[in-house]
């Protein structure tokens, strides 16, 4: 079971953790941590919490002991950077302006910001709604698939996650979340991710991925016949990239079976992956994408579920009808968000820097047994840790080791999986900060694979 409890991020309530805190914790951060615990319910990957924070701006992170950590987490809202002036001036003015718009009513700055989202997305996807988080706009999508098709099963994947609802966590695919929580949405089919490294279906054996796992999601599909969705997040956020031919195969199997194609990229669109939209590095338009955390600039919850215009077919339910549906703070802080990732370039830069940070994480691997495998699109990138190449057993403990000696050192990630380090830098990082980053988990795997090879001597 903690195995299966490590697949969102790293666990709050591990040994090393306990460890990290004694030695880099004082007094007064303690003092804090422990009336945090005393108020909030506790729960796994929140409470009781790492550590306390004071301060962020641009990459930073600091802490009330006023340490600085490079934020490569930042839980995906910081595409612009914490603390983003124009962000704020936008929010600052709006609140001056219009701070809140009540229902039955619209207001200029959300409407600006609709049709500005209508306009960056491709294709058909010319209709919005809005909501406060990323979950909301999720089950908005579930929704909005039922009454299109007249049908309620859907097909998402198995570890990936679509927030914490029991509607999320019903197409989630996620033990942690799923576990133990009683009867969940009926007809959510999962299948396999497209997880080349460890794919099921052998694919390795067979000289690389031969997109057998799209097929059986179309295998799923002919069986079942009546499904409403398939809804998946384009790339997994441990990262898995599936190959543009993955959902090429399955977009034109929803075609044929009537089945719409839902994509969630809460956590990476908007320049993240190098495009605007995740699923532009895929050669195919979804029939709805849901799009959230680094919306609202990370300053304000804001998500948008941006579907094609012939979904328009609701007039007489409730999809969402949310009370912030159409905040103008939220509104005006997201239309900053996009006017400075279109200004600045952020999405050349993320996948120019990308590109040579792949390539520096590939001479890493070359260098360190311990690295499995690499992979990354745009400023997404991940380095699978294992025991041995050969049997790819997860290197789980050595993995939070790196984790917590680059914590050490000013550098902040997350881990996934139990043994992958995820790293989401915001797109405002300059080369040589994102090399002085790669530098410091360079020397904690190097540490920590002496280590490993010290214990192992000793036995």
């Known amino acids: 079971m903690d195995k299966l409890q490590r697949s969102e991020g790293d666990i709050n309530i591990s040994v090393r953790r306990k460890a990290w805190q004694e030695k880099h914790i004082n007094a007064e951060s303690r003092s804090l941590l422990e009336e945090d615990a005393r108020y909030f319910l506790k729960q796994s990957l929140s409470t009781p919490c790492l550590n306390t924070m004071r301060a962020c701006e641009g990459i930073y992170l600091e802490d009330l002991q006023g340490r600085r950590y490079m934020d490569f987490h930042g839980n995906n809202v910081h595409q612009v950077g914490f603390a983003n002036p124009d962000v704020i001036a936008a929010v600052k003015q709006q609140l001056d302006e219009l701070p809140f718009c009540t229902r039955r009513y619209t207001n200029r700055v959300a409407v600006d910001l609709a049709k500005k989202l209508t306009e960056i997305a491709p294709g058909n996807l010319n209709k919005v709604l809005l909501c406060p988080g990323g979950t909301g706009a999720i089950g908005i999508a579930l929704k909005l698939a039922r009454v299109a098709t007249g049908r309620h099963k859907t097909v998402s994947m198995w570890d990936s996650f679509h927030g914490a609802s029991l509607d999320a966590i019903s197409i989630g695919g996620e033990a942690i979340f799923r576990q133990n929580v009683g009867p969940l949405l009926p007809g959510t089919e999962h299948a396999p991710p497209p997880d080349e490294y460890r794919c099921i279906f052998g694919c390795g054996s067979r000289g690389g991925c031969d997109l057998t796992c799209a097929k059986y999601v179309e295998y799923i599909l002919e069986k079942e016949g009546d499904v409403a969705a398939v809804i998946s997040e384009p790339i997994r956020s441990t990262p898995y990239i599936p190959k543009p031919e993955y959902w090429q195969h399955i977009r034109r199997a929803c075609d ?177 900060e994102l090399d002085r980053a790669l530098d410091i988990i360079d020397k904690c795997i190097a540490e920590v694979e002496k280590n490993t090879k010290s214990i192992h001597a000793k036995h």
């Open 256 to 432: 044929r079976h009537g089945t719409l194609l839902i994509f969630d990229e809460i956590p990476h669109a908007m320049g993240r992956t190098g495009k605007m939209f995740t699923f532009e590095n895929f050669g195919v338009v979804p029939d709805i994408v849901v799009i959230g955390k680094g919306l609202g600039g990370g300053i304000f919850p804001l998500a948008a579920l941006i579907a094609s215009e012939d979904l328009d077919v609701a007039a007489d339910q409730a999809l969402g009808h949310y009370t912030h549906e159409k905040s103008p703070v939220g509104c005006a802080a997201a239309l900053a968000t996009l006017e400075y990732i279109e200004k600045h370039r952020l999405a050349d830069h993320a996948r120019n820097l990308g590109q040579k940070a792949l390539s520096r994480l590939k001479e890493m691997m070359n260098r360190h047994p311990l690295i499995g495998d690499v992979r990354g699109i745009g400023l997404f990138l991940g380095i699978e840790l294992v025991k041995d190449r050969s049997s790819r057993e997860k290197a789980i403990d050595e993995a939070e080791a790196v984790m917590y000696a680059a914590l050490t050192r000013g550098l902040s990630f997350k881990l996934t999986m139990g043994n992958i380090l995820t790293l989401t830098p915001p797109l405002t990082i300059t080369g040589e």
